[in-house]
């Protein structure tokens, strides 16, 4: 009995061997009328056909198929497919005719195969954006705008875009958008002058010189307590803490507090200063004139997330030529979180491939960083940080800052 057993299992085994791993060439049964035997034999590649079976002596012999004819898989037939004569109305070929594929036709642009037809992709109508894309084997999904977004076209390709943030560009709301209509946005005075830039290159490096590059301990709080003016609250303290990189803690906390104390004589006096050295820096770029193509490979050069182009093409019609570089550096930054300015833009400088883009430029940007980081600039931001921070912060060691 237990021999039985064993020997049942052992012929189990091979079975299930058999139809798993089956053998290359793959094989098939043959009864061959010469020796009255069942065989073994290789079936036939694709691009061939079965022109005898094999024998004892020899070999399956497979020959291969004549023009416009074919085969796709190993087989045991003794004759090819005919490929498919020509495509439909409306279709072209995607994939010619060999001995191994047969013609493989597709809708053309724009269209996609229903049933036998080629029929027109959807267009979403206003109000509406493509979720899925249409391709030649499927029909455009429309679905409609959420809140913040909108289309105003009957597209089969638009997705819904992003209403226009005025206050990002320093322009003023005018009218709300809606699924249909963009957000209508206006000029202010402010908004002429400054672009609506959250933070200028100056004021970055400013406040970027006062991160040290050893921490004390509780520097943070250090400071807090040292800031003339009005203080910044420990809510915003520990949500600076807990969103920022310690590195970073530093500039957004100086940052908060520039704009509580905007009447400080302390803080007028830094404003003075930064803003003498915006105009230097604008004299840097007065000339940078791009086109739309030449901002997009700027910013596509700059590290980390990346600026959208319906931001680049709002900044180039609300912000004059000078200003548009720094705008959009500036909403970079806003995007990026913890990135050092100037360090994104030596980066980008860097690795900036596009030979269209203007050496001109190129030059400013350089003379600006190099400007940013003089030693004439270090000595001012060093004077009006230790005269910021009173006598108490005075006595931390230089060599900490």
Known sequence: ??????????????????????AFPPKYLHYDPETSRQLMCDKCPPGTYLKQHCTARRKTVCAPCADNYYTDAWHTSDECLYCNTACKELQHVKQECSRTHNRVCECEEGRYLEVEFCLKHR???PGFGVVQAGTPERNTVCGRCPDGFFSNETSSKAPCRKHTNCSAFG???????????DSVCSRSSESTHKCGIDVTLCEEAFFRFAVPTKFTPNWLSVLVDNLP????????????????????????????????????????????????CEKSVHRHLAHTNLTLEQLRSLMDSLPGKKVTAEDIETTREACQAGQQILKLLSLWRLRNGDQDTLKGLVHALKHLKTHRFPKTVAQSLKKTIRFLHSLTMYRLYQKLFLEMIGNQVQSVKISCL
């Open 171 to 181: 322009l003023l709301l005018t009218q709300r958008g809606n699924a249909t209509h």
């Open 229 to 276: 003016g009005t203080k910044v609250n420990t809510e915003s303290v520990e949500r600076i803490k807990r969103r920022h990189s310690s590195q970073e803690q530093t500039f957004q906390l100086l940052k908060l507090w520039k704009h509580q104390n905007k009447d400080q004589d302390m803080v007028k006096k830094i404003i003075q200063d930064i803003d003498l």
């Open 123 to 125: 267009s979403c109508p």
């Open 1 to 22: 009995m237990n021999k039985l057993l064993c020997c049942a299992l052992v012929f189990l085994d091979i079975s299930i061997k058999w139809t798993t791993q089956e």
